[in-house]
Every structure is written in C-alpha cells, then in structure tokens.
C-alpha cells in the first residue's frame, strides 16, 4: 500500500517548487557547460547517477541502502572540491565575471538571453589588416576582444596599456623582440587595455592536437567569458577566431573582418 508522504508528493506543487526546479535545472546546465568536452564530464555524470539513486531510495523508504548511500554523499562533497577544483574555479570566475551591479543582469548572463543595444566598439579594418600582417611575417598573435565584461581578472595579469587600437600598435607589441610579445592582447571599446595578459587553456579532450598554447588559450578565455579571442599560428601564420569555446580556423583577413563585424554587432 503506498504511503500519504509519497502520494502528497506528487500532489502538493508549490510555487516555490517551480523555481526550485528551474534554479536546479540552471545550476546544472552551467556545469554540464563547464565540463563538457573535458574528462570530469564522465565523472560528473556518474555522480549525478548516483545522487539521483539515492534520493530514490530515500522515497522507497529503503533505511539500510539509504544510510550506506548517505555516507558515500557525504564523504563525496570532499572528493567533488578536490576532483572539481578547476571547474569550480572556473564556474565562480563566470559568476563574478558579471557586473550585476553596474546593470549587467545576470538572468542574461545565465540564459544568454536578451538583445543589448549598446555594440562593442572596435576599429575591425585595423585588427584584421594586423593579424593580416602579422600573418604574413609568421608572427605569432594573441589578441581577445571584449563583450558583456572588461575581464579585468585577466588585464591585472599583465601590463596595461591604454592606448587606442591601431595596425602600427598590435604589431609592434607581437614584434618578435617586444617584452610584450608572449602573451595575449585584451582590446574593450577600441582600447588595448594591456599585454603580455595570462589566459586559461581549455582541457577539452577533443581539441585538435596540432594546435598551440595559443589557440588553447584563445578556446579557454572564451569558455569563462563572453569575449572573441583571434590567434596568429608562429609556425603556420593561420589566422583563427574563438568565441563560445568554438574555434573558427584558417580564416583570410576578409573573413575575419567579416566575422568580427557580425558578432560585434549582436
């Protein structure tokens, strides 16, 4: 016979339980997002299976399973901070990554949702006819261009700049004898903020193996931060772009300026 608990459970629906539904469901896809492509997404899987398990045996009523499934969640928040710890790392860099208070709504950050009116401001003619150059002269590049945030955990990495976006400017900070040279560009509102910046890599599993620390760190700043990273290959001079954690690679100077020009203007 079963019991009114588990009868009253399906009955009794609160608003409350509505919005706890929808901030788990939120939770859950920011770090689904967080360990996709990576080994830990086999392991979060398998954790959430489990969870999931032992909240059914709590419903059935199963003492004896329930209380042996209990101690393993319990030592398991400890095994999660230490298994975890780069992703953790990275879910609360994105969540302190919004200004909330300055009026960037963090519905909007969580959901990508909303139409901003305001575009980022770029000279796009002088970064690609850069990367075009530099391209040219097998110059290795680095340069990440802001969107919803000024990432100004990655500016205080390295030396700021302050000075307006120009073809003469990128390229004498990628010169192969500049102090400032190893090391990313951060570009936000046609301003180069600073160089010699340090990026995240992406611990995606399937990234192709041919490709450098460069372009790992152009696909790792974009999965932490809303911003469009374009790499410069030192061996090859491709020219790729990066936004999302996706890469765009072996792109002309047209098609950069092209891509630019369209994802700058949404």
């Known amino acids: 016979m079963i019991s ?66 209990g101690k393993f969640i319990d030592v398991g928040v400890i095994a999660l901070l230490i298994v975890f710890q780069q992703e953790l790392r990275r879910f609360f860099l994105f969540l302190g990554s919004y200004n909330v208070v300055g009026g960037q709504r963090f519905t909007k950050a969580l959901f990508s949702w909303g139409n901003e009116s305001k ?80 990026l995240p890599v992406t611990e995606n599993t399937e990234f192709p193996a041919h490709l450098g620390m460069r372009h790992r760190a152009a696909v790792g700043v974009t999965e932490n931060a809303d911003c469009i990273a374009i790499s410069v290959s030192e061996q090859t001079g491709n020219i790729s772009v990066a936004h999302d954690g996706q890469m765009n690679a072996n792109l002309t100077s047209e098609e950069l300026k092209e891509y630019l020009e369209k994802q700058l203007a949404e």
């Open 4 to 69: 009114q608990p588990f009868i009253a459970l399906f009955i009794t629906f609160r608003w409350q339980d509505a919005v706890d539904i929808v901030l788990v469901a939120i939770l859950m896809y920011q770090l689904y997002r967080l360990v996709k492509g990576t080994a830990a997404l086999n392991i979060f899987i398998g954790i959430a299976f489990v969870y999931l398990f032992y909240r059914f045996v709590r419903m059935m009523d199963m003492e004896l399973f329930s209380s042996i499934l």
């Open 119 to 198: 575009h980022t401001k770029l000279d796009v003619q002088a970064v690609a006819r850069a990367c075009k150059n530099m391209s040219d002269t097998r110059t290795g590049a680095l340069i990440v261009i802001t969107r919803k945030n000024d990432l100004k955990f990655y500016t205080n990495t390295g030396d700021p700049i302050d000075a307006k976006v120009s073809v003469r400017m990128l390229e004498s900070i990628f010169y192969k004898n500049s102090p400032l040279h190893d090391g990313a560009v951060i570009i936000s509102n046609n301003t180069i903020r600073a160089a010699r910046c340090v």
